[in-house]
C-alpha cells in the first residue's frame, strides 16, 4: 500500500511569489491534515479536513494561505503572496476517520525556502 | 486550545541505557497520546500509542505511562540503540474531535 505522497519534496522561491504543495493521501482515508513545521520543533496544525469539508482551519493565516480538496482525495496547499518566515516544512497527513481511528500517517513534507 | 510540553529537548545516552522523555497536557478532555518517531530528513511515524482508559502500554523496548490525574505521560526506551536516534513527538489527542497538538519534540542521540 502506497503511503501518503507529497510534491514538490524540495522548493525555493522569492519572497512575495505564490507556491503550491500537493498532497495525496492513503487511499480510502477521509481524514486529511496539513500541518507547518518548523525547524526544532513540532507540527502545527493549519487545517484539517473531513472529506471535502474543512471542519477545523482556525490556525490557517487565511489572508495568504488557501487549501481546497474538491472531491475529497488529494488537496492542494497555496500560499501568495509568500513571505520569508512562511520557510518550514509543510506536512501532509491523512487517517481513516477521526474518532475511532485516529493514527495519522504522515507524508514526507515539502521544503520550502522563501528567500 | 490544548497546549503540550515536552521535555528534554535534548537527550544522550549510551547504548544500553534507558531512555525517558515526558510530556505535560493541558486540556483534559484529550484521550489519546500518540509518539511520533522522526529521523533526520524523514516523515514523522507513530511508534506507540496510548488511550485515557489505560495507565501503561508496552511494545517491546518501548513503553508509554499515563498518569490523567496529573495530565502528563512519559516515553520510556530500554536497551537503547544507536538507530533509536531520533527526534520524539508526543502528542495529546481528542479523538472524536480529531484534533492533536504536538510537543516541540525531543532529540534523542545513543551513543555507540
Known amino acids: 500500500e502506497a503511503g501518503v505522497v507529497q510534491s514538490p519534496r524540495y522548493k525555493i522561491i522569492e519572497k512575495k511569489q505564490p507556491v503550491a504543495f500537493w498532497c495525496n493521501p492513503i487511499?480510502?482515508?477521509?481524514?486529511l491534515y496539513w500541518y507547518l513545521q518548523n525547524l526544532g520543533q513540532g507540527p502545527e496544525l493549519l487545517i484539517r479536513?473531513?472529506?471535502?469539508?474543512?471542519?477545523?482551519d482556525s490556525q490557517l493565516p487565511k489572508d495568504r494561505f488557501s487549501a481546497e480538496r474538491l472531491k475529497g482525495v488529494d488537496s492542494t496547499l497555496k500560499i501568495q503572496p509568500a513571505e520569508l518566515g512562511d520557510s518550514a516544512v509543510y506536512l501532509c497527513?491523512?487517517?481513516?476517520?477521526?474518532?475511532?481511528?485516529?493514527?495519522?500517517?504522515f507524508g514526507p513534507g515539502t521544503r520550502l525556502t522563501v528567500l | 486550545g490544548e497546549n503540550v510540553e515536552q521535555h528534554p529537548s535534548t537527550l544522550s545516552v549510551q547504548e544500553g541505557d534507558s531512555a525517558v522523555i515526558k510530556c505535560t497536557y493541558s486540556?483534559?478532555?484529550?484521550?489519546?497520546f500518540p509518539w511520533y518517531k522522526q529521523e533526520l530528513g524523514k516523515r514523522p511515524q507513530l511508534i506507540i500509542d496510548?488511550?485515557?482508559?489505560?495507565g501503561e502500554k508496552k511494545d517491546q523496548r518501548i513503553a508509554v505511562t499515563l498518569n490523567k490525574t496529573a495530565k502528563h505521560f512519559s516515553l520510556h526506551i530500554t536497551e537503547t540503540q544507536p538507530e533509536d536516534s531520533a527526534v520524539y513527538f508526543c502528542?495529546?489527542?481528542?479523538?472524536?474531535?480529531?484534533?492533536?497538538?504536538f510537543g516541540d519534540g525531543t532529540t534523542l542521540t545513543v551513543k555507540p
Open positions: 497527513a491523512s487517517s481513516l476517520r477521526a474518532g475511532v481511528f485516529n493514527e495519522q500517517f
Open positions: 487511499s480510502g482515508h477521509n481524514t
Open positions: 479536513y473531513e472529506n471535502e469539508e474543512a471542519v477545523d
Open positions: 486540556d483534559s478532555a484529550s484521550n489519546y
Open positions: 496510548i488511550r485515557s482508559n489505560v
Open positions: 502528542a495529546a489527542s481528542i479523538l472524536d474531535a480529531g484534533k492533536s497538538t
